[in-house]
């Protein structure tokens, strides 16, 4: 038999009152807006009879106006998806909540077997039953009795209770989630519940005034409220007003104290009095790069002396089937070029306040301090904002970055990006970037190489481009064998023996794992990625010779090298993940992974494990989960209805490993600038879990350590508001005289706490196996 579960009142006290108060404004209460919905009127919540999250089920409903045009149980076609662990207990409803939709019978699919049974979400729309019209509050009848079931008592207790409606109110409650991208027939119940509304409005305009109306429509388009209400109810009191601590008007409360909305995230700061005009200079090399050895002879006759001190390589080592196509290098540059170091401020010193330190370093090695009271990233967009150029400079050009800062975003800017606070202190810098204007870039698909310098306004150019195209046309294949060469030793299963210390023993991770799942259990997550970090002294590391070695060992599309010496510092990061990307088009990108599996030892067992990831429901679960996640995160930049994901769960093979990928897109905003679309998406969905919030605090809580610069992002910010970062996974952060390596995985209700600690040791074996062979 099933506990009872209180919903605690701090999570859903806004919602409370707005149930309580707005008796004539409609509402469709969606996962935990529906269980707040049967709390409210009295109904129990209590423990599913098992987590439900990023799983599939089928659905009959009983027509009303919700469910229009949609068809209804067995192989209709009208499948759901569902993210909860809790559900309102179907025989504590009172009687003005009336049942309006349930599970079948057919039990739980995962996505594939969905589309493998039926049909795909997108298509549909078809198999559409006969429904009632959209008058289910009709001015005659002011109850919804006559759409409810006639299930028997003994088959309804076999299904799970998944809609409810108010007899009297324009109230409707969904425990599924319409607005998933697995769905179907999402689209159709938001376009039936505007209509709902359209129609109560409609019925309703003699029963308020004008100024009234106007309110109540303004507050309908408010995006959410930080300020909490405690309310007990209606069950506990017949006159819930009487019980309520607070008499104002809620809708005035909700409109002058919504304090957490995008708005309040994003900043629309006025255009800055000092404007940097800046020129791009740049030639082209046909299909050099491959007569001159590739991008490793390259970047190491460029800018490999003096141990490749302040030098950058965005790296695309992994170019087959089209996954990446440039790679970017560079070191210390012209007039232009400075270092941005920035750490947050450190909550245990006296006197803490929000924001942190930058340290900028320019070309001529002077330095300057300051501090960020509103942080680094609004910082960052003051300096992208203050840039003007000439679009025509980058006519001919394939690529999106011209110049402008290349470096990493820490995990613990998360604080910058809407979450509350970083229980841990990071070791190393909570944001590094270089301000380059003379690099070059390698376009793999062609083998072209373009050498690029920028200057401010009208001034000399820097003889770089010369230098540069001299020693290119100098350079031959074998120009990059003075470094030191390394044999390729076979791998071998990862042994910690020889250095490498766990912050978390086996026993410690699964302990953590365990609970995880009963943060899922108790519906407080869906999906929890829990991450641990390994370390390892590396005295006297060659690290450039150790990244060379990595990336024949595990290339990757999002790879990367940097070098901040100051800090000793260096970041060899073999990612294959990208966060996000901002085009010239204004197109949005994030490419998450979700779902990891062994490569295998043959042919026949490397297919053989490909299709077990391909067909495993816990990594569909998990995968379906952040894509739902990122496609919120996108819409609150992205022009309304341009969101859309064009791959879903597709398998990728890299050198040790498959992985399940989903892709991503919007169109931004043209009121938006870069850093807006990242601060809305930090850290990415895949390292935080689902809901993000209230996932990065459980992980803060179980997480021993700062993560630091892994879960964070590595990439550029061009100065024409273009950028591309990658997720940093698979990274060995060299970080005085220690390298470390992060890792982890997601946790979900179908999670097995053993295997969890073996993937985690599997998605760091290529790193440390590199560490291990090179010393």
Known sequence: MCSRYRIPLNLTGICLRLLLECRDIPILGVCLGHQALGYVHGAEIVHASEPVHGRMSEIEHNGCGLFHNIPSGTESGFKVVRYHSLVIDADSLPKELVPIAWTTSTGLRSFVESQNSDIIPDACERRIRPSISFGAFSSESNNATSCSFSHSDELRRKKVLMGIQHSTRPHYGLQFHPESIATCHGRQIFENFREVTRAYWQRSKSRFPSERNALYAACMQVPGVSQVFGVPRSGMSGRNEDMLPYRGNLLEDIAEKNCFSMSSLLNFPESPLDVKHLKLKWKKFHQLAARVGGARNIFCELFGDKRAENTFWLDSSSVEKKRARFSIMGGKGGSLWKQMTFKLSDKSDKDFKDGGYLSIEDAQGSTRSMYLEKGFLDFLNQELLSFGYDEKDFEGLPFDFYGGYIGYIGYGLKVECGMSSNRHKSRTPDACFFFTDHFLVIDHRYDDVYIMSVQEGNTTPAPWLDYTEHKLLQLEASAARNMKQQTSLRSSPLQYKPGFLAEKSREEYI?????????????????????????????????????????????????????????????????????????????????????????????????????????????????????????????????????????????????????????????????????????????????????????????????????????????????????????????????????????????????????????????????????????
């Open 511 to 775: 302990e953590n794992v365990h609970k995880c799942l009963d943060y899922i259990k108790d519906g407080e997550s869906y999906e929890l990625c829990l991450t641990t970090q390994l370390r390892k002294q590396v005295k006297e590391l060659d690290s450039l010779g150790l990244y060379i070695h990595l990336r024949e060992k595990n290339p990757a599309p999002y790879a990367a090298w940097l070098n901040f010496a100051n800090e000793k510092l260096c970041i060899c990061s073999s990612s294959p993940e990208r966060f996000l990307r901002l085009d010239r088009n204004g197109i949005l990108e994030a490419k998450p992974i979700k779902g990891t599996i062994a490569r295998g030892a043959t042919q026949e067992e490397d297919e053989l494990h490909k299709m077990q990831l391909q067909y495993s429901e816990k990594d569909q679960a998990e995968n379906l989960m952040i894509v739902d996640l990122l496609r919120n995160d996108l819409g609150r930049v992205c022009e309304p209805g341009s969101v859309h994901v064009p791959r879903l769960m597709d398998v990728e093979s890299y050198a040790t490993v498959h992985t399940m990928v989903s892709t991503v897109r919007g169109k931004k905003r043209s009121n938006i600038s870069a850093v807006d679309c990242v601060r809305a998406a930090f850290p990415g969905g895949s390292m935080t879990g689902a809901p993000k919030l209230r996932s990065i605090e459980i992980l803060d809580s179980l997480e021993s350590c700062s993560r630091g610069i892994y879960s964070g992002s590595i990439g550029f910010f061009s100065y024409n508001q273009t950028f591309d970062l990658n997720i940093v996974i698979r990274t060995i952060v060299i970080h005085e005289d220690e390298a470390s390596i992060g890792g982890g995985g997601a946790i979900v209700a179908l999670s097995n706490p053993e295997d969890e600690y073996d993937e985690m040791l599997l998605k760091t074996r290529a790193p440390a196996q590199a560490v291990i062979d090179f010393q």
